[in-house]
């Protein structure tokens, strides 16, 4: 038999099976060769070095055992002059011999063993080659003067009592010191402020001076006046003090030799020192200290990281964050790259804000920036965009980077960013609160053109304020409309809360509409404790909860709020008139408000033509009955609610057959197909039923689908609305959503022109002559000038060419700087607007954040800047669901259930309702919906200046057509979402004016239209008791309309209204 295994060779070791599963163990013979690194660290040498200079723990302790080294030696030699006897006689040899006991001997000579081995031992390890190098150093020299005489003693007794001058080791203790503390920074791996090693260096370079020089004259003078160390001590602090009283003086030559070495000593040493401690104060001074740990730990501070730091931005920062009580003992440590500017610096000085802002010059990119601002320990970081760069999207660049910066260093800080471009949202998504610029600025826009002073509305909302503006004025309007404008948004828990805790198991708005009567306070929205989402006017089919978080509008929160007793406030109404001025009511009247003799219910069954009403009863009933609100009733009742459908093509406008059909065909409802950007909230909409061509978007141009050229060739039926910007940035999506909303009627939708620049022949074509609004945006190129309130000088000019030109047209401005809102529709020789600038000074001088609210283009809303809305991210470290409600109320995000933002306007058929509480019953009663402020317009009474005008005879024909045209609508009225464009009147007015323009040329450039004739204001949460005025618009929330679609039988539709973009009138009788 054939003996298979020595036949087949052995596999070689590994490959073998046991060497897979056990591993390789053949390599030992191979001629692979094992490779040690870093031998040249094991050596002697190294390895000493290594513990004595390399390790920063190991050389820590090192150098101070050293410096206890030096610190002894001082003190045996202190302790050697204090035993000595003095001696007597003058000799010469009482200088160099001393007497020493034996004990105190042996103790310096073991000190200067240890001394003199550990110099020789550190010389050694740090020999580079040159042997000189190490021998001719200052510390080595005194170290062998200290150290060899001891040592030499040991083999010859007699020198003994040799005279050392051992006092010289506080330099080398000097010295020590110094190495420690930079072992010292190194071992824990913090950069300590160099200004305190600097103070460190200096006060031990004064004492070791001071120290020398007393053991020093003492010793010389031990043939002389035989001085004490104490004498010698005060001699030295008179001299080196410049004071020289000359009561001790050295007697010697040698003492006084000694005494002008020192003081020359002192002359080059000092100065230096000195020096180098000015310098770096002034370097801490530009570019700011550190935030210490311990502060950081004890007390709570925010961190403002900024590019650049302006003083508007400053100013306004630092009194919104201060506005509240709660944030008074918080500290504001601010991270700028730049140098401190010098009107920051001036600001910074104040005493006021010196003790609570500190300035840090670095940038947050760097660890050890943020480790100055203890970024780690802060309570929030704010950081915000330069938008005074022309590259916006740089500056959104840099803000990214420093909010990935901070998230990478302090996870745990909460974040509050600002960006500036839609696009470059999420990128930080991360961040806790973001306010995107452009969101909100074109938001706003589009609702300056529905609502009107949309802008202005939301910027009194985030703003603090006591309401204290204007309460000095003489003027009526500017006391109601600065008292009005300290409501702001507060929340409180229902259960815990005064206002609303007795409306549980209550309809929204049963609580809103019996809170306001009662308190005065607005409730405008509710969060659900299980829910993030906040609903602004969920409607009367929301019943409130004892867990629910409540929204209000109120001058003041809750909790600093004071009850009255009812009776008291009885009492102190006894003596009151009936009726006591213009804001006070008869009791019949009182009484009619609140619902009580009101027994009908509201009819709701569908009306033709303008839908439900608030005017009066029919001429018939006039004679037998006056007109009351029903009651608002606690549990919704759904037979008594008017509401929506829609998304039924039967609930759209009056409107013939012919155009419903056109229409139809034309517009469908959803959502859009695509997002422009990453991260905005898709909107429900109106839109088109085909995509339109590209070349059919360019309004000047012809193509092969049509062959307009300007807006009058299209025969818009609604006036335009033109948007005059730089570029179509993905922000301008905003601005387009809001006006083609889903409960805008479709016969209210405007046309919206983008008219990328603007000369004359661009305005006339694309149709400003009969435009409803023309919205201004800031460039974007001239948002960066040499002078920094310059950057609005284009706009500005140009607005008011416009203004010149066309002064029918409304014209909605953004600017870059609040300040120059004075410029806007400027006139020289307009005295009331002087008067305005002189009460804006006033106000800025007693401290107030509102100052320019009383300039009249700002409070009508035609102008606004988007730095106004700074405040809303500041305001929401205290009041984290801001940014939540102003996204809501400007159209920015939608949720299910919450309503929106619109308005109506009073006409004379509605002046019957006479107050705010009535006409709040009355909407909260039949439509649910919730008001929260008035938009006034008032006409001036001022006497004629050069800058009025008189009245042409065609323009008095308008006036008299439009007066004629408004008797014969006066049983229809539009809301002001709609700009009644749909009257042919008004387009011929418009045509017949743009005639009177190309006719007249430039003789009306001086002339005053009515926005000039007239002022308007803005009344947030007004009194019940306020009266209602003729053409005052009044802003609602109302409930979302999707909320209300029946889901039954289809005859259902029939006894369903349309109230969504119309005003909201009814007529009930008693």
């Known amino acids: 038999m054939v003996d298979l295994e020595s036949e087949v060779p ?12 056990l591993g390789d163990q053949g390599w030992q013979n191979d001629d692979r060769v094992q490779v040690e690194f870093y031998m040249n660290e094991n050596t002697f040498k190294e390895r000493l070095k290594l ?101 030499i003693s040991i083999f010859w007794p007699s020198l003994r009592s040799l005279f050392v001058p051992v006092f010289l080791n506080c330099w080398l203790a000097k010295h020590a010191l110094e190495n420690m503390i930079n072992d010292l920074h190194r071992a824990i791996q913090r950069t300590q402020s160099a200004m305190f090693n600097q103070v460190l260096i200096l006060i031990s370079t004064l004492l070791c001076l001071i120290f020398t020089c007393i053991c ?295 609580a809103s509409f019996h809170a306001h009567k009662k308190f005065g306070v607005c409730l405008i929205g509710v969060r659900r404790e299980d829910n993030k989402n906040i609903l602004l006017n969920p409607g009367p089919r929301y019943i409130m909860n004892t867990t629910d978080v409540c929204f209000y509008i109120n001058i003041t929160k809750e909790e600093n709020s004071a009850f009255k007793n009812q009776d008291q406030q009885r009492k102190n109404n006894v003596s009151r008139s009936f009726y006591h001025g213009p804001s006070r009511l008869p009791v019949h009247s009182i009484i009619a408000s609140m619902g009580t003799v009101a027994i009908d219910l509201q009819d709701t069954s569908c009306r033709s033509g303008s839908g439900p009403t608030l005017s009066l009863p029919s001429e018939g009933s006039k004679e037998i009955r006056r007109p009351s609100i029903a009651p608002v009733l606690e549990v919704a009742d759904t037979s008594s609610i008017q509401t929506c459908d829609l998304l039924s093509d039967q609930s759209e406008d009056e409107s013939t057959p012919d155009e419903e059909i056109s229409s139809n065909l034309e517009y469908a409802k959803g959502y859009p197909p695509y997002s422009p950007y990453i991260g905005s909230s898709p909107t429900f909409c109106h839109l088109l039923h085909e995509k339109v061509p590209f070349c059919c978007l360019r309004l000047d141009k012809s ?184 996204r809501l109320l400007l159209g920015l995000d939608t949720t299910p259930g919450s309503g929106f933002l619109c308005s109506m306007k009073i006409t004379e058929d509605d002046l019957w309702i006479r107050t705010y509480a009535r006409l709040y019953q009355k909407l909260c009663s039949s439509t649910g919906d919730v008001p929260i402020g008035i938009y006034r317009t008032e006409t001036q009474k001022l006497a004629t200046s050069e800058s009025q005008i008189s009245i042409s005879v065609e323009e008095w024909e308008d006036t008299k057509d439009t007066k004629e045209q408004g008797h014969h609508r006066s049983n229809h009225r539009n809301s002001t979402s709609s700009d009644q464009s749909d009257h042919p009147l008004l387009r011929r007015k418009s045509m017949q004016w743009a005639r009177r323009l190309s006719r007249k040329g430039p003789k009306h450039s001086d002339e005053m239209n009515d926005h000039q004739s007239t002022l308007s204001y803005i009344l947030i949460n007004p009194s019940p008791d306020t009266r209602l005025e003729l053409n005052d618009v009044v802003y609602l929330i109302r409930p979302d309309p999707l909320s209300y679609l029946p889901n039954t039988e289809p005859s259902r539709r029939n006894s369903i209204c349309n109230t969504t973009g119309q005003d909201s009138r009814e007529e009930t009788q008693l």
């Open 703 to 886: 193509c092969q689908h049509n062959y307009y050229e300007d807006a009058k060739a299209y025969g818009f039926k609604n006036k335009l609305i033109i948007v005059a910007a730089e570029t179509a940035g993905n922000g301008l999506y905003n601005f387009i959503v809001p006006l083609r909303a889903y409960y805008r009627p479709k016969k209210e939708l405007n046309p919206i022109v983008l008219l990328l620049d603007n000369p004359l022949d661009d305005l006339l074509r694309c149709g400003v002559t009969f435009a409803a609004n023309m919205v201004v945006v800031d460039k974007e190129s001239t948002m960066s000038a040499e002078e920094d309130y310059m950057a609005d000088a284009k706009t500005i000019v140009n607005v008011q060419t416009l203004f010149r030109l066309f002064s029918s047209l409304s014209i909605i401005t953004e600017l870059t700087h609040p300040a120059n809102m004075r410029f806007m529709q400027f006139r020289a020789k307009d005295c009331y607007s002087l008067a305005l600038s002189k009460l804006e000074k006033k106000e800025r001088e007693k401290g107030s954040n509102l100052a320019f609210m009383f300039r009249l283009p700002f409070a009508a809303g035609r102008v606004f800047s988007i730095s106004m809305l700074d405040t809303l991210l500041y305001q929401s470290f205290v009041k984290d669901y801001m940014i939540s409600i102003t």
């Open 216 to 510: 020093g004259i003492q010793h010389l003078e031990r043939i002389g006046k035989k001085l004490n160390l104490f004498d010698s001590l005060y001699f030295c602090i008179v001299t080196f003090s410049t004071v020289g009283f000359g009561d001790v003086t050295p007697e010697t030559w040698s003492s006084k030799l000694f005494v002008v070495a020192m003081i020359c000593v002192a002359l080059v040493v000092l100065p230096i020192q000195f020096e180098q401690l000015a310098y770096l104060w002034m370097e801490r001074q530009k570019s700011g200290g550190n935030y210490s740990r311990h502060r950081a730990q004890t007390e709570k501070h925010v961190v403002l990281c900024v590019s650049s730091l302006k003083i508007d931005l400053l100013m306004d920062f630092l009194n919104e964050f201060y506005a509240h009580p709660r944030l008074q003992d918080y500290y504001v440590v601010i991270l700028c790259p730049t140098e401190m500017d010098v009107q920051v610096r001036r600001v910074l000085q104040i005493p006021m804000w010196s003790q609570r802002v500190i300035y840090l010059q670095g940038s947050a990119l760097k660890d050890q920036d943020l480790l100055r601002a203890k970024m780690d320990d802060a309570e929030a970081c704010f950081i915000l965009s330069s938008r005074c760069e022309v590259d916006r999207t740089s500056s959104d660049h840099q803000t990214i980077l420093r909010a990935w910066a901070v998230k990478d260093f302090a996870p745990n800080c909460p974040l509050y960013v600002q960006i500036l471009k839609p696009e470059n949202k999420f990128h930080i998504k991360f961040a806790d609160h973001v306010v995107c610029e452009e969101e909100f600025k074109y938001a706003m826009l589009a609702l300056n053109c529905i609502c009107p002073a949309t802008s202005t509305l939301i910027t009194l909302l985030v703003h603090t304020s006591r309401g204290q503006e204007g309460q000095q004025s003489p003027e009526q309007w500017q006391k109601t409309y600065g008292r009005c404008s300290g409501n702001e948004v507060y929340h409180i828990v229902l259960e815990e809360s005064t206002f609303f805790a007795e409306y549980e198991g209550k309809s929204f708005t049963y």
């Open 51 to 151: 513990f004595f200079i390399k390790n920063q723990r190991s050389s820590l302790r090192i150098r101070l055992f050293n410096f206890s080294l030096k610190l002894l030696s001082c003190l045996l030699y202190i302790i050697r002059v204090l035993l000595e006897n003095p001696s007597q006689g003058n000799e010469w040899s009482h200088i160099f011999w001393v007497n020493r006991s034996l004990p105190l001997w042996g103790l310096q000579v073991s000190v200067a063993l240890i001394s003199l081995f550990e110099t020789i031992l550190l010389g050694y390890l740090s020999y580079k080659g040159n042997i000189w190098e190490q021998i001719l150093r200052i510390p080595f020299i005194l170290e062998i003067i200290n150290a060899v005489p001891f040592i």
């Open 10 to 21: 052995p596999l070689p070791p590994r490959y073998r099976f046991r060497d897979l599963l």
